[in-house]
């Protein structure tokens, strides 16, 4: 008797002029959820009948309809989100804006705690969209080292804005000093413990991975701590130094947005599809009126112009100070070409007027190309936002991206154009602490104590109680 010839396939006659049992819908819905064929196949007792070779499938039909009908959210639906997502936007960027004017007039210690918070959750949102954790789980310390650089980094950067700008006060305690006269050695053993760490925990298999995560952290950490650090300094130079440049990158994008939709029609960069070059140089145009408006504005009161030297200040204790030069009007006279026979134009107007121009134009023409870097980022690694810190935004660095160049610019601009450079009771200080000896500082106490008494500044027996103590020693 011979055996049944198994897995034998017939070629299945189509209905050009051949007959064929038509397949059942229990076989039909089997062949329609089979995955990773091109094509649903239907079983016909010992054959396999692709569901192409059919004339006609109801169910593939209906569940193709129904699959689309999944797909394709109804109109009404889509503008609901859309309202719903607008809503949410606004309101959360009121809130912003509300939470940054209420820390600014509250006092520079509360900016300093929003610059500190925004560069830990930008740091946080970078780091994690090329953070792989099946392959972090292997890996002893990966999570750890990325914030154990993070805090080394604050710690040298915060130290070096605290000695700085509170000379006067870190230098004259007797622990503080201690930290202060060492601090970048400290910092640089913080760094290299790290650095140890690191070297140590690699890992075979996965050295690729651990580099790449170790270039990337330092990365971050130059992109957003290294020019938050300097957005802090412009803090601590006086108030309109942060909050002018701020406000001239939000005004600039709240511009661009308006021009473009108003009139844009040229694509500006295929990073950012929606920027238009009408709306770009409409932005720049608009961005320089609001700039010498605002200045106009914010020279007038010493909280915004005067360096901070008390941390507790606010708007109601306020800051004295001699203004910079660049504050105070000057007088301006333009002699026309002697063809024209006429008088010299003659006009005052503060330097910094002058200052914002280049404030503006950099706020407009460079600045931008901080999100687009952002953008082209996002793109690398397939995210829509960095992150969802702020409800209808994205997260932090989503709106943080031009503001750290903007930053880094205000400082650098500051210090080679406008910075007036004295000596200050902090410097004095730290010269005689750092580079003289104990000897000579008193001798210098001694001096000083003649002279107060000489100009009439303090009493004899204030004079000869201080001329005491420095013979005592």
Partial sequence: MTKPRRNVQFQHRSS????????????????VSEPGTPGPKLMNGNSEVSQEETDFDPVRLLTMDISTAQKEPSPQSEYDKKKQTFITRTIWTFVMIAGFFISMFAGHIYVVGIVTAIQIVSFKEV?????????AKNIPFTQSLNWYFLGTTMYFLYGESVIYYFKHIVLVDRVLIIFATHHRFISFMLYVMGFVVFVGSLKKGHYRFQFTQFAWTHMA????????????????????????????????????????????????IKLSP?????????????????GFAMTNVLMRYKYFICPVNDLGSSILTGLHCDPNPVFLPHTYTIHPPLLLHSRPFTFSVAPMQFHILVFASFASLIAPFGGFFASGLKRTFKVKDFGE????????????????????????????????????????????????SPDDQVEVVRGLAKYLVGQGMVEAEVGECLAGIARRR
């Fill in 16 to 31: 050009n002029g051949h007959h064929g049992r038509r397949p059942s819908i229990s076989e039909a819905s089997e062949g």
């Fill in 127 to 135: 780091i994690a969209i090329a953070n792989v954790p099946s392959r």
């Fill in 221 to 268: 950490l130059y992109l957003i701590n290294v020019q938050a650090h300097f957005i802090m300094n412009n803090i601590f130079e006086g108030m309109i130094w942060f909050f002018l440049p701020a406000s001239l990158v939000i005004t600039n994008d709240i511009f661009a947005y308006i021009c473009g939709i108003t009139f844009g029609r040229t694509p500006l």
């Fill in 274 to 290: 929606k920027k238009t070059v009408e709306g770009f140089v409409g932005a720049w145009i608009l961005t320089i009126v609001f």
């Fill in 389 to 436: 810190s702020i409800p209808g935004h994205g997260g932090i660095t989503d709106r943080m991206d031009c503001q750290f160049i903007m930053g880094l610019f205000a400082f650098m601009y500051y210090q080679s154009f406008i910075a007036v450079y004295k000596a200050s009771v902090g410097g004095v200080i730290e010269m005689a602490v750092q580079g003289l």
